[in-house]
């Protein structure tokens, strides 16, 4: 959590300065992070997959097991991230421009778009390298490493987009710069610690064909859950348009104002129910990992869902940091508004999909989000606040409605689901379940 409110405080600090410029900033940087999280649905995939089988393989004591499965993830992060390397030298703009952003719009995010691009191959292997680390119990290590990254992420923002000092005035540019140089930072800390054994788990020769399966296995519905979702926000983002700049630049700030206040709770409640699921199963012990589940979400909609309820109270003097224009800032007041009532929903999603995840299971949470995003946050926005006129109150409606449905399935899916006993023959397939 630590870790997490540092990173999101790192994207709170990009729109705080971007919006200085102008709404019209504020829509590029979101339109571009559309793309960005594309890298970084991949990462967060295969960093799925390796906490996954580096905490059942610490459970069970399969140190071998666990090293190879944390270096193939690594090796398969770095290559996957070439091809975004290419994207954002070559269609950064357009891609943008697609969208049905303005030319000034376009031109700006793309510049963002293809700084950060180029640092791609090292946001994932800072990712599935701070989860692998996870995976065994290791949380202070990828905390240490983020939040020195953070930091220096943080100042450069200020610095070089602003023009402070000594610093050029890159404006979004350098707003792009600073966060490249933080993915860079991280990625190469995180190797030299595992490679110099400064970690619990090390570097091996990949060797086991099963694992990598099982890696890519597990992985798979957890890049696709991603892939899915960021596909969804581009019709989505392309709905809010239709209502105006200012509209769009207002979900950006409301989402910000929410993921400042409760997403480094919810994320860190999500990597320790997997964390605490995974060892449980590969102790061998199914029905305290149901408990740890359970648990771990019941103490996660006690905490965010009372944050919630404060951020639907302080909505529009948490959105005022954001931006002083009258009509963003009335939108953005009620897009927290909405968040801060969708709290107690998305929290239990997020924890209890971890915890699937903890137990080899990333497609009922695949399903969960995808089927949600498109059905409710797409379809349901657009049929209620465009096609029947209701405006932006169907858009809000359609977030609350998604996350109602996606808690409702991964919550049926861990209670009903086979996870624990596909996660144990998992185990033995791959010659962990007896420590070898």
Known sequence: MAEQVLRTMMRTTDIIVTGLFSPAAVAAIGLADLY????LRIGLGLGGGAIALSSQDTG????????????????????SGVPFVLFGLLVAEPAIALLGAPENVARMGGSYLTVIFLTAPARHVSLVAARSLQGTGDTR???????????????GTVGLGLGLGPFPGLRIVGVGVATAVGNLFTAVVLVLA????????????????????????????????????????????????????????????????????????????????????????????????RFEGWATTALGLLTVGGIGVVLFLAAEPLARIFTSDPATLR???????????????????????????????TKTPFIARTSGMFVFMVGFSWVIGVHFQYGIVGVYAGIILYYVWALAVVGT??????????????????????GT
Do not use: C, H
């Open 36 to 39: 960005a999280r594309l890298p």
């Open 60 to 79: 069970g004591g399969a140190t071998a097991n666990r090293d190879e499965a944390v270096t193939q993830a690594i090796l398969v992060g770095a290559v």
């Open 141 to 155: 290590t990828p905390m240490y490493v983020n939040v020195v990254s953070n930091v220096l992420n943080i100042g």
């Open 194 to 289: 595992i490679a110099f054994g400064v970690t619990r788990t090390s570097f091996t020769r990949p060797r086991n064909r099963t694992i990598t399966k099982q890696l890519l296995a597990v992985s798979a519905p957890r890049i696709g859950e991603g892939f899915a979702a960021t596909v969804a926000e581009f019709p989505f983002n392309a709905i809010l348009l239709s209502f105006g700049t200012d509209v769009n630049a207002a979900f950006q700030i409301g989402r910000r104002v929410y993921q400042q206040v409760t997403g480094p709770l919810s994320r860190g409640y999500s990597v320790a129910s997997s964390v605490v699921v995974g060892q449980a199963l590969g102790d061998g012990d199914p029905d305290r990992a």
């Open 331 to 361: 939108y953005a007041a009620d897009f927290a508004r909405v968040y801060g009532l969708a709290a107690p929903f998305l929290v239990s999603f997020v924890v209890l999909a971890g915890a699937l995840q903890g137990g080899s299971d």
């Open 413 to 434: 899916g861990f209670y009903r689901g086979d996870w624990a006993t596909r996660a144990a023959a998992m185990m033995e397939e791959r010659g962990s379940s007896d």
